[in-house]
């Protein structure tokens, strides 16, 4: 068969070659209106149906408490009680009893206007819930009609679950079996994906119906990091993969070993390792792997559906979860980053970004920030203020923070800036003495830098010469103020950019979670004086292809690292 790529969006890093699984869908509502006289049986089928589909449930939560799997737990609790709920047990047994559908079809018609309505309250976390009544829908359909094996299993083993869309029960009971998922809709923030990410299952999401004619058995490809399926690939292709997934599971074995070491040069220069996080699970991750803490919170994830500014007890929700898991350890909260390619319904049609956006409402701001004070408070907290361009705002949101702070008788938190457009590096020097601390966003500053859209294939090069020259200029302000600079943007666990900005100086590595072990182990096999030479030689280089040929050295010394 010819080879086919389908783009999509990233929802769970890494990459898996193997063969589709296609997950039956529930099934069409049959119209067919029942006899009478057998309706009572129908209804008795279907209200068990869902009652085995709720043990079920009960059962997979109990087995990943039992593995300390809580968040997953706690995720299919809401099956559950959706399951046993009475008001959708006597919907569905008056759709069979006084409208003569199906068992299955009565479970599919009540269930969807469950997760329908689910959809409509506009409530991030509650739409996170629809998928998940829906995956309760195809459960319960599936077993009213006699069917248990809800995915055809025509290959055993390295399997790629591709599908319309999961919920995180079909994930979590498919895990031994699946080496990646590929949906046709799907989203970021979906119990789905939280699920895959704390399991380590490369997903990818949105890649439309096109996914949903792969053929049961064929073989493909989940490059998440590249946003794609590769359907049929060939076999040159599928080699080079394999060796990718295979050094990749072997360098993971290696650096999940050496995760309790210290993450020092060879020649004794600490550079801190944090993880970047969205979910708990992603915290968990991360700190399993020998993470100082999280170095990039982003927050607002959780409400890119949102349909008015979160409230401070929506706030809590989500950063409760995280920030538990964080106690004395470093939490560094990014404030909500809105704007861009993360514009949510009711800010269609604004301007601006990040910080721009936040004190245009203060009531905004000061509902994320009294949740932030009140859930971070046993941890090394700080506060990361999006897309600054100048010290005024930095002024301003501390303005914010401090009355909150002193009315619920806290500390006052660090203040960090995030250098992620051109001007906020060029104005290091006003802004570091303002902050106690710079994040360097690499993506988003290259992006703006070169004049390159970030979501380009391959992403942007962080190595170029007037990319790192506005690195060098950030850390040197700040060290100069006396205040510490770490980088949050994909560069920290890139093996070329990663030494480059050891070279530069830079004092913590904020990476996915899935890099943590990973890039502890590189800071250990690098010479911090070594690499200060090349990156220097970098900032007078014309070219990224020139500093890609003088950083060769330091990428063989990762290479070697494993």
């Not at 049961?216 to 990091?225: C, L, N, Q």
């Not at 408070?377 to 501390?398: K, W």
């Not at 500053?445 to 390159?452: E, K, P, V």
Request: include cysteine; charge should be negative; proline fraction near 5%.
């Amino acid at each position: 068969m010819t080879e086919r790529v389908l783009a999509g969006v990233p929802a769970s890093p890494g990459i898996a070659f193997g063969r589709v699984r296609l997950l039956d869908a529930a099934g069409e509502v049959d119209r067919t209106v029942l006899d009478e006289s057998d309706r009572p049986d129908a209804a008795t089928r279907a209200l068990d149906a869902l009652a085995q589909s709720a043990r079920e449930l009960e059962e997979l939560a109990v087995k990943l408490r039992a593995e300390g799997r809580t968040d997953e737990a706690d995720i299919l609790d809401a099956g559950t009680m959706m399951a046993e709920d009475p008001v959708l047990l006597e919907a569905v047994e008056q759709a069979v009893l006084t409208r003569g559908l199906s068992a299955a079809s009565a479970i599919l018609v009540e269930v969807e206007s469950a997760a329908t309505q689910l959809d409509m309250i506009g409530d991030p976390e509650l739409a996170a819930r629809a998928a998940d009544v829906r995956s309760l829908a195809r459960r319960a359909s599936r077993l009213a009609s006699g069917h248990r094996d809800h995915a055809r299993r025509t290959t055993s083993g390295d399997a790629i679950l591709v599908a319309a869309d999961l919920g995180p029960a079909d994930v979590i009971e498919l895990d031994g079996d699946v080496r990646g998922i590929a949906l046709a809709v799907g989203g970021v923030t979906g119990h789905a994906a939280i699920v895959a990410r704390g399991l380590g299952l490369p997903m990818v999401v949105g890649l439309g119906d096109d996914v949903l004619t792969l053929n049961d058995g064929e073989p493909v490809i989940v490059d998440a990091d590249r946003k794609m399926l590769i359907a049929s690939p060939d076999g040159e292709r599928i080699d080079a993969v394999r060796e990718k997934i295979a050094a990749a599971r072997d360098a993971h074995t290696r650096a999940m070993a050496g995760r309790s070491l210290p993450t020092v040069t060879r020649d004794g220069r600490a550079v801190r390792v944090l993880a970047n996080a969205a979910t708990p699970a992603e915290v968990r991750a991360a700190l399993e792997a020998g993470a100082d803490g999280v170095g990039l919170l982003r927050t607002e994830l959780a409400f890119l559906e949102a349909k008015h500014w979160p409230t401070v007890a929506e706030h809590r929700r989500t950063l409760e979860p995280m920030l538990a898991q964080l106690r004395g350890l470093t939490a560094t909260v990014r404030l909500l980053d809105f704007g861009g390619d993360k514009t949510p319904p009711f800010l269609k049609g604004v301007h601006g970004r990040g910080v721009e956006l936040l004190l245009e409402d203060l009531e905004a701001l000061e509902s994320q920030l009294e949740a932030i004070l009140e859930t971070g408070e046993a941890t090394e907290l700080r506060v990361l203020i999006p897309m600054v361009t100048e010290p005024g705002q930095v002024r301003a949101v501390r303005a914010t923070i401090e009355p909150i702070a002193a009315r619920r008788g806290s500390r006052v938190p660090l203040v960090a800036a995030m250098v992620e457009v051109p001007a906020a590096a060029v104005m290091a020097d006003r802004l570091a003495p303002e902050v106690g601390m710079f994040s360097i966003g690499t993506n988003d500053l290259t992006s703006f830098q070169l004049g390159i859209d970030r979501t380009r294939p391959g992403g942007s090069p962080a190595h170029h010469p007037a990319v790192l020259r506005l690195i060098a200029a950030t850390v040197d302000a700040a060290h100069a103020a006396g205040i510490p600079v770490e980088v949050c943007g994909e560069a920290a666990s890139s093996p070329l950019v990663m030494p480059l900005l050891v070279g530069l100086a830079v004092d913590e590595l904020s990476v996915g979670a899935a890099a943590v072990a990973q890039v502890r182990a590189w800071v250990r096999a690098l010479d911090f004086v070594g690499a200060t030479t090349i990156a220097r030689r970098a900032l007078d280089a014309e070219s990224a292809a020139e500093v890609e040929l003088l950083a060769r050295s330091l990428r063989a010394l990762l290479d070697d690292a494993g």
